[in-house]
């Protein structure tokens, strides 16, 4: 009965998508051209990279409700940084530095100092929000410097017909089943898994 739900849900699910995406066929013209399908593909590539990790936290009977925060904060820090005239490179490793150490801090609150998942990443994703807007990057928007063509590639660029932010996430997507069938540490916390339904979806062997 259970197996039987699970199916019946994700088909309801599939079923929903497909009917959507024919009625915006159908409604909206141009949706089926070429360029907005792949426009479309480009803009869900940071949702499926960020599906990637929080699959993971899932696995582990966790939650991460800050990853979005600390994702925007963490890369318009950067770019904020670029504008202001510090190298690419530098300015890319200090907001690489700002995630870690976000990240760090919402973990050792929820293994060691055992606040729930729930209220510790949420807090986090506020305080993230809050801290960087006002602290580090001062602005709604912030506007790539004219030198950072190889960041826009990435938003904007194509590898053989195929957005690059797409093949980043499908390269991040590969990457990520080939570890957990191969990583001790990643079957270890699937089998600690008391549902076994996204361990299946993210392809982690239990």
């Keep these: 009965m259970t197996s039987r739900l699970k199916f019946e849900r994700e088909t309801i699910v599939l079923g929903l998508a497909v009917l959507l995406f024919a009625a915006f066929a159908f409604l909206l013209t141009g949706f089926l051209t070429t360029g907005n399908l792949l426009d479309l593909v480009r803009n869900v590539s940071v949702l499926g990279i960020l599906g990637i990790g929080m699959a993971i936290v899932i696995i582990g009977r966790g939650i991460d409700l ?94 053989v017909g195929v957005p690059a932010a797409s093949a980043c996430a499908n390269t991040c997507s590969i990457c990520r089943c080939g570890t957990s069938s191969r990583s001790a540490a990643a079957r270890t916390v699937a089998s600690s898994n008391m549902s076994t339904t996204c361990t299946n979806i993210s392809s982690t062997p239990a």
């Design 66 to 159: 800050a990853m979005v925060s600390n994702m925007a904060i963490s890369i318009a820090w950067a770019v904020k940084l670029m504008e202001q005239g510090t190298p690419m490179q530098l300015a890319l490793a200090y907001g690489l530095g700002f995630a870690l150490v976000m990240a760090t801090i919402s973990g050792v609150l929820v293994a060691y100092i055992e606040v729930p998942a729930l209220f510790a990443t949420l807090a986090m994703g506020i305080f993230i929000y809050g801290f960087g807007h006002y602290a580090l990057v001062g602005a709604d928007l912030v506007h790539l410097p004219p030198n950072s063509d190889a960041i826009a590639y990435f938003g904007s660029g194509r590898i």
